[in-house]
């Protein structure tokens, strides 16, 4: 579904809201952003954000979240969850290994927006696999990189994510959870090899069931 861009606030830096206006302008309201962080990490939570920007109170400097510093992270999540609806849902790894990854990255990705204060006429998704919604969407390829109220959901997300992974790396200091958030650094397999995985890991993942079979006998096949 093409949707054409229209007049709309840009902040100083950052994201134009250009696409989200042109729908508010037709009278399509409200319009949600959507997006996840964690769908590659062995261990931890897939979170999934959706957000509603107040159209008076974009903040300034929205974009990808993996494009900008933690301390910038920080400081528009602070000013999103100030401004904007929010809301956020985790799918944890028992139900990444009982339904997998993809369904249940989908499956946080719709509980977002379902858990948003209103319900949106219209969301735009990061990515090309649609998630079932209870409205209209717009899948955009790299859109957390081109619209401004997916970038928004991306940082909400991925500071989520992040604060919760420094708290597994409390809880579980052997691993370094608050150094790599979970991913299959160098790092982490070396903790994999020597304490096997912990409550925490996706052990439907390779490396991850590599090391039960080891731990525990058996085969992959």
Not at 78 to 88: D, F, K, R
Not at 148 to 159: D, F
């Amino acid at each position: 579904m093409k949707r054409g861009s229209g007049g709309g606030r840009r902040p100083a830096e950052g994201l134009p809201f250009v696409r989200e206006a042109a729908l508010l302008a037709a009278g399509t309201t409200p319009v949600a952003g959507v997006d996840e962080a964690g769908r590659g990490p062995l261990a931890g939570p897939v979170v999934a954000a959706a957000v509603i920007l107040d159209p008076e109170r974009v903040p300034q400097g929205l974009n990808d979240s993996k494009k900008l510093t933690a301390a910038r992270r920080e400081a528009l999540y602070a000013q999103i969850c100030a401004t904007a609806e929010v809301s956020v849902c985790l799918a944890p790894p028992a139900r990444i290994d009982r339904d997998n990854i993809r369904e249940a990255s989908l499956w946080a990705l719709t509980n977002a927006v379902r858990g948003l204060p209103r319900v949106p006429a219209f969301v735009f998704v990061d990515g090309n696999d649609p998630p079932p919604m209870p409205c209209a969407l717009e899948m955009v390829i790299g859109g957390d990189g081109l619209i401004a109220s997916i970038a928004a959901a991306s940082i909400v997300a991925k500071v989520t994510r992040d604060r919760l992974m420094a708290g597994l790396g409390a809880a579980f200091p052997a691993y370094g959870f608050e150094r790599h958030m979970g991913y299959g650094t160098a790092a982490h397999s070396l903790a994999l090899r020597t304490h096997g995985p912990c409550p925490h890991h996706r052990q439907s993942f390779a490396p991850v069931r590599e090391q039960q079979l080891k731990l525990f006998g058996g085969s992959a096949g």
